[in-house]
């Protein structure tokens, strides 16, 4: 009996340190799962300030273009600004991809860390609900075991009363 009350301590213990490890391990995703969030949040505003700035810059140089001369400087001013703008946003797209793809694997993993976790959860208050039922169990056979003894004393007393 002390066995088993011993083996249910050590699994309630065993039980307490896993979900403060879970609630270590799930703090530590939330907090990289933030950090991603703000991440692309700040790529995203790049980007719009990137689009922004590149408009201006046009505007700009539309102003500056007042003569035929500057025609072909304009021109050729905006191919390259166009260039760059587009290679700038690509990049910023890219990143932007992968930072999502990388939050993606870890919503994966969460949740297949909480499925991991409810499944041993599970396990563990199984084997709490038999040791428990083994405990008493255990009581009952006990209880018995003292009635059968004090009724086997009492037919000893009476048949030796009888005698």
Avoid: P, W
């Avoid at 009996?1 to 011993?6: N, P």
């Amino acid at each position: 009996m002390m066995d088993a009350k011993r083996t249910f301590t050590k699994l309630e213990q065993i039980y307490a340190r896993r979900r403060k490890i879970e609630a270590a391990r799930q703090a530590m995703l939330d907090k990289q799962f933030s950090d991603r969030e703000q991440k692309i949040n700040a790529l995203e505003t790049r980007r719009d300030l990137s689009e922004k700035d590149h408009e201006t810059d046009i505007e700009g140089l539309l102003r500056s273009a007042t003569t035929a001369r500057h025609y072909h400087t304009l021109l050729s001013a905006l191919a390259a600004k166009k260039v760059q703008h587009h290679g700038d946003m690509a990049v910023l797209r890219h990143a932007t991809l992968r930072e999502r793809e990388a939050q993606d694997k870890t919503r994966e993993e969460v949740a297949t860390q909480r499925h991991e976790t409810r499944n041993a959860a599970r396990r563990a208050e199984k084997m709490k609900v038999l040791l428990e039922a083994e405990l008493i169990a255990d009581e009952a056979l006990r209880e018995v075991g003292e009635e059968e003894e004090a009724a086997e004393a009492q037919v000893c007393a009476q048949v030796s009363h009888a005698r």
